[in-house]
């Protein structure tokens, strides 16, 4: 089984570090292709950004079409995901989606911990029609770049929000964030309730899906769309458009 | 990997059908260890029903917990799913809420089929929060019993109930209740979406949380009880609720 | 009128506080009947031990079928309501549920307290549709024992919590659980907006729903079953699956 | 106790038709006291008549305050009912509210029959928070007018109505409207769920608040107002503004 | 163009200082004309007021029909706004709805913040069916009465009300009622995010609905109604009611 | 005042026919600007499509930023607004959200009426919380193209949806799709309830926003983003992504 690591950010350190994580949570045998666009923003941090990668990573998705059995889109936002599913002929799974949902097999409320700002968060959730399930969101007052100088700092900021969380009904936590990503361990002691990683979700999810091997829709809204024209798009994207 | 396929009913045959799809979904590796309550209904057909085999499901899985590393609930109402979290020491899936968390991954909306009444059915899916994600839901004026019998006039009903919620806005089918477990293949052809099959969701479900290991809740409204009293009650269930 | 308290705790001392309250709150002429389970927990604390419960205060209700004019659910989860209204010939109401109903036609928005966490009841009112009228709830520390020792230190701590609520924009306040049962009077001096008790709202409500003498539903989800086999079950609950 | 049967409606026949079903539905030793407003729309037929009457029915019932233990708005559309509320020293029922609450104790959905439009019934409910206990609506093509000359045809009209609403799931009929009022005898027969009729209810429900003694509102958006200036208002209610 | 500034507080200064603000807000050549209704309450405070005064303020907009191309509701609550687009043959625009769907369009949520109590403002925005798009409402503990003394604190409490809503998670903030009217310039520096006052928003709104020139329903619970009968009505009032 | 009528579509002959609208629409001295993106899907037909192209009309977007005074989205699904509005230094409007909004202000429910599949319009409203101010979506079976040969079949078919949706609820209609722009004044006379047209209703709404002078939010989710590096965008996109 071949799987799509796509990122939505241009940063190929950042494809790398999700691949890697990818690779860790991955059954045996799974093959982690990693993918990084050729143009758009460096890292998402805005939805103003998330809404130009689009493009970006479905432009990636397209030059991979038919070649791998699932996709999961490393990037927190799971950027264009219900646009790349119409597209792709394979599960394509997000990777905040995947922890969403494994969150609700674990209890009835989740709540979700990231740094910075939640409201791209609270409304991907929203999105999912999965606001009831979610007890609250906090944002850690912490970036990326101090995290990776102050480690420690960052899992004991994280903590705080865990416990906020819990204190709020939470009774599984969704780690958002590719910058949180490789804390679970670190923070599996201090917290009272599970913890949900996204990549780690991601690729059992599609490893599931695929497993399940569900047909293609044949119409509707999520079947492929047929000789669209376009202008100025990649020959693998624009191809996805006309179709056979 | 030992996942039990614990029946709500007590009719033996049913649990050895789903014991026998659960197999034919699972991983090479993975061991399917069937199980019947001692009392409750034969087969639950109804609300009041469905709240007596609470009992006798938690009383079932109480003798398993600490001997499988998961279990699938093989009754299309997930009878019992919350407490049974609550209680075992390992992932718990109902296969009526891994098919429809299963279709959350592949499109916007699905419908859910089913012979009969839809209202346990509706009030489910709101008690998960997918309400905004099911489009709707219908039931196929047939029996199990004469499904039986004419399992062609089976599919043909239940293919034009696909139908009729696919033209309603459904991109998948959730195919509910455990007669309509087998159908899958024979209804692949004519549905224009995937449709997703209960026991081969739980056990793919069940098999990425066991992978994921979430940690147990030691805190919150999914801790194990301790030290709760009870009076007639087996000496498995009593102990669980003792704890310690 | 004959009105059965059933409890759904097997303490029978709560029975008999139960049914205390009942007998004051009721109409003259109203006969309290009081009844406990021949098994299951000893206090349900846990959501887990509510889904044991059900089957435990169904055997109770079934061995009073036709026996009694209306029951009111003795216990502050409303253990088993809907099956119970499926399978009685009378009215049932819960205590929890009645004293919600009644609250909604004091003002806008009521608020819940309890002892402890709050979950079980939130959980509840989503169940009762009733999210958008409840402002917020509140779950004091204190334990049910710890009331017993101290009286008043409980009444002051409850008292904290409902003003809380009350400044979170509850206009009534609805007393959530056995423990906050006879607080009313204590309680009342104190708050600024009306208090409902669930024993006394239960006992009027069932008043006023015999009063209506509403039909039985003859059809759909709330119609009797007839025909159901079980296994293990008491005559009297086995007796009414089966029907006529 | 003394229930003031307050119509909201200005004609004096429709209030002394609905004190005769007050009385019918009231315990023994309740006083049913009837109102018509001194001006208003002659009868309630559409939302802009329903806010010129409000004024209508606060003036008749300011005129009551104190003298009476309880209100029943006589009036479909439970006119004012939340100011009625904030203003009188007493309990207040709307007769729709009292329906729609006492169907939640029957069962999980009601539908509600009536003739003509549904909207304004629709945005009743929706303000009660009641949305997801409603199944559906059905307006009758029926007037009043044709009632009164075709009492058979109306019966079998509403009969088809309650059908239709069933069959979408109904276990429960709320008869909307006075026009319906005296018809659950001779519908009875016909439905295959309960109906709850708007005065009964009503009746029913201010007696168990008036037993339930709930406190009045000291603070927040319940409690009664005080030194407020108003022009051209009749003294009852300029008093009432006035307090004190 | 000639906009009714139509007041719902029998206060004559209220309606002179919002039609001083609407002129202020208003294109060119368009003529603003103050109107404040008979009877009614002087300044509504609350949930009773307000409904007593939706009859004035018909009353006064009857006096007006087809004289105006349009009305601005000038009151915080948007007194009768649903009866008076019934009524009226012109728009009619709300001040808070106004203000709401101006924030709609600023981004993904908004903040209210006002003087004194919150709930009907809650209400409000929730009968709007904006509930989502409002991350929260602050009350200022300061009444309109202390503001005229001290300009400038009210300005700062305001200015930390709207701090509060911004860390909410506001990005935009409606100032609600009459008495934070004239404050925007003030609050407009130290504000992060932007304002919106009702006055502006409900007069620049009314001149877009103007320039749209919707068609008047014919049908629905929109359409004017026609032959009604009513009691102690104004003239103009009556005759609306009765229709051609 | 300078509008951008910003087309998302690729084709030109759909953005004049948008600008022809637009100034048709516009009150007098506003100049209209039409604006094609450089690249992307020549027609939105689709979710894929629609997600493609918010990169493109971004891209249209960037150019002109600080040299329109507001920018209207002449695209039905309101291709990338909210990254728009917290891009550009002016208002944004969405041709549909104008007219859902526009529709507001009109009666409690819109419908909405399209050619072809509704699906990607639920989630509009949906997406803009407006779900409960929508009373149905109809899509008609009738494509652009035929349109243009066939303009009186449109108009009928499009007078059937109407007239559906009038019987489902609605107050008033959003015409949802570039194909039924010109539509209006042909439907008018068939229509018993007022009609939206999206170019319109964006225009003045945008001419609303611009008079009213919002100030650019400093901080929060809409705040403008600042320093962030991107890969291979226009010069005017990535300097807007990199800031002053």
Chains 1, 2, 3, 4, 5, 6 share one sequence.
Do not use: K, W
């Not at 397209?62 to 599960?91: E, I, K, W």
């Not at 910075?116 to 929203?126: A, D, K, M, P, V």
């Not at 709020?168 to 490789?182: E, M, N, P, R, T």
């Not at 599996?188 to 780690?200: N, T």
């Amino acid at each position: 089984m071949r799987i799509l690591v796509a990122n939505a950010n241009t940063t190929e350190a950042i494809t790398l570090r999700c691949a890697e994580a990818a690779r860790g949570a991955a059954s045996a045998g799974v093959e982690i292709v990693p993918g990084t666009p050729r143009f758009g923003p460096a890292v998402i941090s805005s939805g103003l950004e998330n809404a130009i990668a689009a493009h970006g990573v479905l432009d990636l998705l397209a030059a991979h079409a038919g070649r791998v059995d699932a996709v999961v889109l490393a990037v927190s936002l799971d950027t264009a995901l219900d646009a790349a599913r119409q597209m792709m002929p394979c599960p394509v799974v997000g990777m905040t989606e995947a922890a969403c949902l494994a969150a609700c097999m674990l209890g009835p409320r989740f709540g979700l911990v990231t740094f910075g700002g939640t409201e791209s968060y609270r409304q991907l959730i929203r999105h999912y029609g999965l606001g009831e399930r979610c007890s609250g969101l906090v944002g850690v007052d912490f970036t990326p770049q101090r995290a990776l100088v102050d480690p420690e700092g960052a899992v004991r900021a994280v903590a705080e929000g865990v416990a906020g969380l819990v204190a709020g009904g939470a009774d599984s936590i969704v780690l958002g964030g590719a910058a949180l990503a490789g804390m679970e361990p670190a923070l599996r002691e201090a917290a009272p309730v599970p913890l949900l990683d996204g990549m780690a979700c991601g690729v059992r999810m599609a490893e599931a899906l695929v497993a399940l091997r569900p047909a293609r829709a044949q119409g509707g809204p999520m079947a492929p769309v047929r000789g669209r024209d376009s202008v100025g798009l990649s020959d693998a994207l624009a191809g996805l458009l006309r179709g056979g």
